[in-house]
Nanobody, 119 residues
Framework: QVELVESGGGLVQSGGSLRLSCAAS????????MGWYRQVQGQERAWVAS???????NHADAVRGRFTISRDNAKNTIYLQMNNLFPEDTAVYYC?????????????WGQGTQVTVSS
């Protein structure tokens, strides 16, 4: 079992920045990729970004150039640096962990952290 705990959400004005963190614990040796999803109220969860243990990463078109995923393997922690935020980025952001990077399918989910961007 892998546990994921997010932090760093909150309220920010349009154009502002936030950094989300996610610490993983438990049987992390089997995890090869981690990532972020988000869910806008009334919509399905959507993939935002993912990253391998070695640092290879990919980002959704909607956030590429504004958001950056990174990781600190020594701390079993990933981050999502979010810059130039728009009101449409308002969502609950979920940290995830999975066994495969290609065709990334999360096996574990965090509890989510709310990000609200005011106009």
């Amino acid at each position: 079992q892998v546990e994921l705990v997010e932090s760093g959400g909150g309220l920010v004005q349009s154009g502002g920045s936030l950094r989300l963190s996610c610490a993983a614990s438990g049987n992390t040796f089997s995890i090869n990729a981690m990532g972020w999803y988000r869910q806008v109220q009334g919509q399905e969860r959507a993939w935002v970004a993912s990253i391998t243990h070695g640092g290879t990463s990919n980002h959704a078109d909607a956030v590429r150039g504004r958001f950056t995923i990174s990781r600190d393997n020594a701390k079993n922690t990933i981050y999502l640096q979010m810059n130039n935020l728009f009101p449409e980025d308002t969502a609950v952001y979920y940290c995830t962990a999975g066994y495969h990077y290609l065709d990334y399918q999360p096996a574990y989910w965090g509890q989510g952290t709310q990000v609200t961007v005011s106009s």
